[in-house]
């Protein structure tokens, strides 16, 4: 942070900012919030420790800028790219909340950054350490933002980061990190495909250990000098994590040992192997006892809304996948399950084109449902089945979906997997994908009262 006699503007009130306000009080710095919202989240939360006059909300103009020498942004907003320019012309210093935990003095830190997985890797590897006796914590794009963690002293930290937070950082000092997959996602924010790839591995920038997934095109690898590796193939080395078909089923293999079996973990779906490989190469890296971590991966269950089995019934399946936001993360889903789906769609489009999920539905999905502000543009480009059926509410959907279920349950004979995995963000029709989640689980449940 720059010296300064000005008070910090904290631009943002969601979690980060609120975060952040509440570091800046306990550490006695002057600050002013700033957002451009009329009613921020966290807009009562802060008025109980600062004054209303120091929180301006409504358009952010560029006159801020000389009131300020520091400027603490949250992820989520993106400025108006002439306010950025005129910080840094000005000389002026723009941070993050990561920023700031980066400077601060804390035990081992492992980051976590990719297109898919990254929750489930994070509270996994979170999982196995607290399993093996450590104090550690979860943190960052999961919800818990991370200068909170430094509210106690942890051995391990182990945070997720977005594409929006690395964005703006340069380098974050850890222990480990790996960047779970790369496919296109945000591309409304982060403009190319290239310019989201180059922000994903800004997380390698002063790493001890890298981990790569040697099968992903998108990893640099020949430019990385990496110490492990997983991917969903056969390891070819002693410091590779894949997997391999042995009699049938698939097995997790470190270098030539076997260690895990798909049927002794909790997780659905080849994807999560690929998650397990993950987490166990970070327990790796960490020196730490993997037979011991491999007991603990095994009594780890699914993630609300992350391909969430929340009820059965008659033969009828319900899958609550909300948090499946962009395309890979539905065909991952689809991948996952047996025939006879009836898919739940659309949402906000972070994208122009669903061509790629016609491959997918095509082998597995019966029928599709669509909603939200993309489903027209779905209308026209999922042709993989003929029965799509267009619903303007999640209660309309479930309604939808249930009849097809029904009725394709009894004309099959066997089960019927009802999904939502939007392959959208939620932000047409809800605050967030728990929301959406939420109210898609009572909206079934209540089929059955
Ligand atoms: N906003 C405004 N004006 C402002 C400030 C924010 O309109 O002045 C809007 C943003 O455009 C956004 C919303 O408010 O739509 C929230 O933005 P924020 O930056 O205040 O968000 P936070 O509440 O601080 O939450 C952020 C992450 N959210 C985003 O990046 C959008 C949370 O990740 C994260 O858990 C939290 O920080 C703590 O680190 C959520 C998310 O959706 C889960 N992340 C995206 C994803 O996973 O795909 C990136
Ligand atoms: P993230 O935090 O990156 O959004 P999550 O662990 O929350 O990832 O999972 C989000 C969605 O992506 C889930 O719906 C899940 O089905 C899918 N998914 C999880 N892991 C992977 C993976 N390794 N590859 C592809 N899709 C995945």
């Not at 993106?78 to 000005?90: A, F, H, M, S, T």
């Not at 890797?121 to 450590?134: A, C, D, S, Y």
């Not at 009820?311 to 962009?326: E, L, M, Q, V, Y």
């Not at 309309?396 to 349950?409: G, H, P, Q, S």
Request: aromatic share 8%; hydrophobic share 35%; charged share 25%.
């Amino acid at each position: 942070m720059k010296k300064s006699n000005l008070p910090i503007a904290v631009i943002g009130l969601g979690k980060t900012g609120i975060s952040v306000a509440k570091y800046l009080f306990n550490n006695n710095i002057n600050f002013i919030i700033y957002d451009t919202r009329k009613n921020p989240e966290f807009f009562i939360e802060a008025k109980k420790f600062i004054n209303s006059e120091k929180i301006i909300l409504g358009d952010i103009s560029k006159e801020i800028i000389d009131y300020h020498d520091n400027f603490i942004i949250s992820p989520g907003l993106e400025l108006d790219k002439n306010l950025i320019k005129k910080i840094y012309k000005d000389k002026k210093n723009l941070l993050t909340d990561i920023d700031i935990f980066n400077d601060k003095k804390r035990n081992n830190l492992i980051c976590i950054t990719g297109s898919n997985g990254k929750t489930t890797v994070t509270l996994l590897i979170e999982h196995i350490l607290i399993n093996l006796g450590k104090k550690a914590k979860a943190g960052g794009n999961i919800g818990f933002p991370v200068l909170e963690l430094l509210c106690k002293d942890y051995e391990y930290n182990i945070i997720e980061l977005s594409s929006f937070q690395l964005e703006m950082l340069e380098k974050i000092n850890c222990e480990v990190s790996l960047i779970t997959n790369i496919t296109p996602d945000h591309l409304d924010r982060h403009k190319s495909l290239d310019n989201y790839i180059k922000i994903k591995h800004k997380i390698f920038n002063n790493t001890k250990n890298i981990i790569i997934n040697r099968c992903d095109k998108n990893i640099k690898k020949e430019k990385i000098s990496f110490k492990y590796s997983f991917g969903d193939n056969i390891p070819k080395n002693k410091n590779e994590f894949g997997i391999k078909k042995i009699n049938g089923t698939n097995n997790i293999l470190f270098g030539k040992k076997k260690i895990i079996n798909e049927n002794e973990v909790l997780l659905i779906g080849n994807h999560n192997l690929v998650n397990i490989c993950s987490a166990l190469s970070v327990i790796q890296a960490l020196g730490l006892n993997m037979d011991e971590a491999c007991k603990h991966v095994k009594t780890f269950t699914c993630i609300e809304h992350r391909m969430e089995n929340f009820f059965n019934k008659s033969n009828i399946r319900w899958i609550n996948d909300s948090k499946a936001t962009n395309i890979d993360s539905t065909v991952s889903a689809l991948n996952s399950l047996d025939n006879n789906i009836i898919l739940i769609l659309g949402g906000k489009s972070k994208t122009d084109d669903y061509k790629k999920l016609n491959d997918a539905i095509s082998k597995k999905v019966d029928k599709v449902i669509l909603l939200g502000e993309s489903k027209n543009i779905m209308l026209k480009q999922i042709t993989a089945v003929n029965n799509v059926a267009i619903v303007d509410t999640i209660e309309n959907a479930v309604i939808k979906a249930k009849e097809f279920a029904t009725k394709l349950r009894d004309e099959s004979k066997i089960p019927v997997n009802i999904i939502l995995s939007p392959a959208c963000s939620s932000y047409d029709m809800f605050k967030s994908y728990e929301e959406r989640g939420q109210l898609f689980k009572e909206c079934a449940l209540n089929q059955y009262r």
